[in-house]
């Protein structure tokens, strides 16, 4: 699966106001049932927590979720500003993080840029693979610790553990003022990936899935044929095909699994649609109207031009 984009909106004031009326506005425009709003991806600013909150009423079955591409991405800029001219571009991306107080040695961001931006690079992907975002940050935690144990040098060894504790608190400690809010269902998403059923408990689904929870009576039987099901299947089946495929098996479990499988892992392709809004709006401002410009913003970010 792929995610794209359907609409694009820009606002005059950007507070928790005007996010969450843009949001509703947006779902009636296309129709959309509220009551199958899974997630609501933003950057982790305060005023979109208030936002996404402030909408849970409508929006019985939604998901705060904050794009994982954002908070890696904390580590490269504040640590880019300290050996690079501040560019203007430099400065508007750390304006737009400095929610997070991040910083991590330079040192330690030059010697290990490649696993970390491997890792940035994929979040960045338009496939959809949430069911395994949480495994990919969890790895990268523990091998940061690992590393942190082991190093001699005392600044290589100070760099490795802070980055260590700053993604451990994001991602496990929901207690901290900046919290993964979708925590919760970035691992409970991994249930419905059969390679990872097998030894996962699927009793996380009802506590991460709002849905899983309220149709606990209607899926408690497949859950269970899930299960044993899953001891079956060879490694390497992609999930979506998987429940595609077994829609008549697992009726009301698969309606779900679909739903929630599709979520995006990241917001970037927000950023893209404003970048190809900008260059529509410079390069073809006299070929298009005014109520064109963003529908052909869509249009090129969607066709990846």
Known sequence: ????????????????????????????KFDVDFDKVVVVLTDNATY?????TSLKVLL???????????????????????????????????????TDSVRVDVVFIMMNSTNLMDLL?????????????????????AEFGSK????????????FQDA???????????SARFTQPGLSFMKAVRGFDPAQAKILSLDGLSDGIPECAEKLPEIEGELAAYKQCALEIEDGVKPAAFWFSQKDRFPNLSRIA???????????????SV????????????????????SHAILVTNSKI
Not at 280 to 287: I, L
């Open 1 to 28: 699966m792929e995610a794209v984009t359907a609409d694009l909106v820009f606002l005059d004031k950007v507070n928790a106001t005007t996010v969450s009326r843009a949001i509703i506005q947006t779902l009636t």
């Open 48 to 52: 979109m927590t208030k936002a996404v």
């Open 60 to 98: 019985p079955n939604c998901i705060h979720l904050t794009c994982n591409a954002h908070i890696l991405s904390l580590k490269f800029i504040e640590a880019e500003l300290l050996v690079s001219a501040p560019t203007s571009a430099l400065l508007e991306l750390n304006d737009l993080f400095k």
């Open 121 to 141: 690079t994929w979040f960045e992907n338009r496939q959809v693979t949430i069911h395994l975002a949480y495994n990919k940050v969890v790895d990268l935690m």
């Open 148 to 159: 942190g144990e082991k190093e001699k040098n005392k600044i290589y060894k100070k760099a």
């Open 164 to 174: 260590a504790a700053k993604l451990n608190q994001y991602y496990t400690e929901t």
């Open 258 to 272: 679909i739903r929630y499988l599709s979520v995006p892992g990241n917001s970037v392709d927000a950023e893209r």
């Open 275 to 294: 970048s190809a809004f900008n260059t529509v709006d410079t390069v073809n401002r006299q070929s298009f109207e005014e109520n064109n410009l963003a």
